[in-house]
């Protein structure tokens, strides 16, 4: 049979511990979810602030709806933009402290969308080896030379860029906070990098959008590294408890990727309502010093309570905190154990992480409370 092949690779990877298959909430995303018809608490989302089922974000999409209806009907360049799509730029530009902003539908169309926009098969992109899979995307649709340093290792990126003609378009991207490890990319030494060798420099703002920075806009503000970083790509998914992506740069970067990016060209433009929230997200983002505070502190207190009972966190330093299980069979068998429990954490398992790096990935929210952790913690007392 001509399909035959597909339940056996199903099959083989079952055997490796790779399977997936969806679970199901019936309750909002939150620190406690109902999972397959069970109450329980959650430690797997990227719902950091606990936005996801804001009142206000949800009022502001719904009076949205009311003005604007909910489809688009069209591509931006069509007649699908409408003027919330304009405002939220400008309040995402002036957010991020750049010229200029652009919405995408998602962060994988905005990374394969801006990727493969920018360079073609005579460029160079310089990746981290840790680099989220829209970005490892986005470079093959770009037909560009891949090449893959290894994780934040700056001797090794200087290396290459050493080697590399000094024409010729070069780009250096890197996720800020790391989605899978939880750590930081060395972002200093990797602009500096760049302007010695005259790279351009792409960030991924995922996980660090909302948390980081005195504003919450990132990494690239926290380390006050704003004007060095020429594409500031970011998701609207995680802190922001919306949906949707960003790019942030110059007038100019916009106007080109208007005009040559095929994941914003050939796609309905976003429902008006989806930006309407995410206004509503960014002026909470701007004043959630106080739930900045407590992820902070929810996320020492686990690591350091882990790391009294002998499990390796690895370089976390974010709310991403992964527990190194290496075995994938291992970290599913973990994850069920804890989910008799009633505590919800998402075994990762290869490709998404490398070969022997099965993991529990646990991600801690502002919202949880110390109850919430200790609860986690003793279930991990048994393991
Ligand atoms: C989640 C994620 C994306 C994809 O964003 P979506 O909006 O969910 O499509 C891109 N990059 C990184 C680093 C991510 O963690």
Redesign the pocket.
Known sequence: MKTSYLQQDLQALEGLGGYRSLKTLDSPQGKEIILDNKRVLNFSS?DYLGLANDARIKRAAIEAIEEYGFGTGASRLICGNMSPHDKFEADLAQFKNTENALVYS??????TGIISALMDRHGVVLSDRL??A??IDGIILSRAKLLRYPHADMQALREILKKLPVTGRKLIVT?TV??MDGDRAPLKEIVDLASRYEAMVMV?E??AFGVLGKRGSGLVEELALEGRADIQ?G????AAGC???YVCGTKILREYLINKSRSFIYTTAMPPALCQAARAALQIILKADQLRRNLQQNSDYLRAKLQAMGFDWMNSSSAIIPVLVKDSLQAVEMSKRLLKKGIFVQAIRPPTVPAGTARLRLTVTATHTQEDLDRLLNAFKIM
């Open positions: 990227n998602s962060g994988y169309m905005a990374n680099n989220h829209s970005i996720d790391f989605s991924d995922a996980h790509m998701t609207l998914s995680k949906f949707g992506a």
